[in-house]
């Protein structure tokens, strides 16, 4: 047997279809002998409202949309966590997904969410969009960036000083006596990666005698353990790790090679990820909370939906953990 439809309800409590779904998702707004004749239609037909398609027609949904750029990073994953634990204490739902740097993704994704009408999406961009965001915006969905947007943009976002960061781990094997440094870091063109490379490599242009070599590529521990493989500690005496994901794969290259960490060459990575000090040679790194930068994220969105025109920028600050890869 079919399922009744809402006209059908209209038509025996004799009213139209439109005040059949006022006295779903209005009802202050219905007279209250004609809310007690659709009521009596409801029970009659024993009518069940479709609550999620009636949650999309009046933008209610439950549902935070994040999207990351991978799962595979534990900083990214520890963020979702964070993000999803605040998200439940609110009486919502995170749907996460994840791009893989594809801005393809990242657009289909972000129509998705639109066509959802989620309560609002918090956005790790592979690249900006000003059109997407303006889209979401215009149907009421709020948006916060896990990064800063550009300069003449104003959109609400939750980030690190990623620029400080990297003058922080420079400066730390800098202090202890390291002068022939390499920096390696993630893709060209990833705002965390290019400012944690310009933060070094300005720190160490500080110091006489000391000289730095940067390499890109993949922000993967099998790229880490590439670069880790063919180093000469002859050339460089400290590593500097655009994450902890690349660094834990630079030390897993030295220990294969005999290479003692860090009496030849010391190594430092980014995130404080909680494998970090579990590694052979426990990783000194740059601390930033993913767990309280999720929460903060979704603590923000909130603002942003009874608040539209905020556009607080919520900037977290880094700060060491020295541990043995870099102290012994």
Not at 256 to 274: F, L, M, Q, W
Request: charged share 25%.
């Amino acid at each position: 047997m079919r399922d009744p439809k809402l006209a059908e309800v209209a038509r025996l409590a004799g009213v139209s279809p439109g005040t059949v779904s006022n006295a779903f998702n209005k009802p202050g707004v219905v007279a209250a002998d004609t809310l007690a004749r659709v009521m009596t239609a409801v029970a009659e037909l024993n009518y069940v409202p479709n609550g999620a398609a009636r949650q999309l027609r009046v933008g209610t949904s439950r549902t935070v949309g994040l999207v990351l750029h991978d799962l595979t990073n534990p900083f990214f994953a520890a963020l979702g966590e964070g993000a999803e634990e605040w998200a439940g204490l609110r009486g919502s739902s995170l749907l996460i997904a994840t791009t893989n740097g594809s801005s393809d993704k990242q657009r289909e994704y972000l129509a998705l969410f639109e066509e959802q009408r989620v309560q609002g999406v918090l956005l790790q961009p592979n690249e900006f969009s000003r059109e997407s965001l303006d889209k979401l915006r215009a149907r009421g969905i709020p948006v916060v960036l896990l990064d800063p947007p550009p300069s003449d943009v104003h959109v609400p976002s939750v980030s690190g000083d990623d620029l400080a960061g990297g003058r922080l781990a420079a400066r730390h094997l800098l202090d202890i006596g390291r002068r022939r440094l390499l920096v390696v870091t993630g893709p060209e063109g990833e705002r965390a990666f290019d400012q944690r490379a310009q933060g070094a490599m300005e720190e160490i242009a500080l110091v006489r005698g000391a000289s730095v070599t940067v390499v890109k590529g993949e922000a993967t521990i099998v790229a880490g353990r590439a670069v880790g493989a063919g180093i000469d500690v002859v050339d460089f005496d400290g590593v500097i790790a655009g994450n902890d994901v690349i660094a834990l794969g630079v030390l897993q290259a030295f220990l294969e090679r005999n290479i003692k960490v860090p009496s030849d060459i010391a190594v430092i990575g980014y995130d404080d990820i909680d494998v970090a000090g579990a590694a052979g040679v426990p990783l000194s790194t740059v601390r930033q909370s993913a767990r309280d930068m999720g929460r903060r994220a979704i603590e923000l969105l909130f603002e942003v939906i009874v608040v539209p025109e905020c556009e607080r920028q919520v900037v977290f600050t880094p700060h060491l953990v020295a541990r043995q890869s870099t102290v012994g």
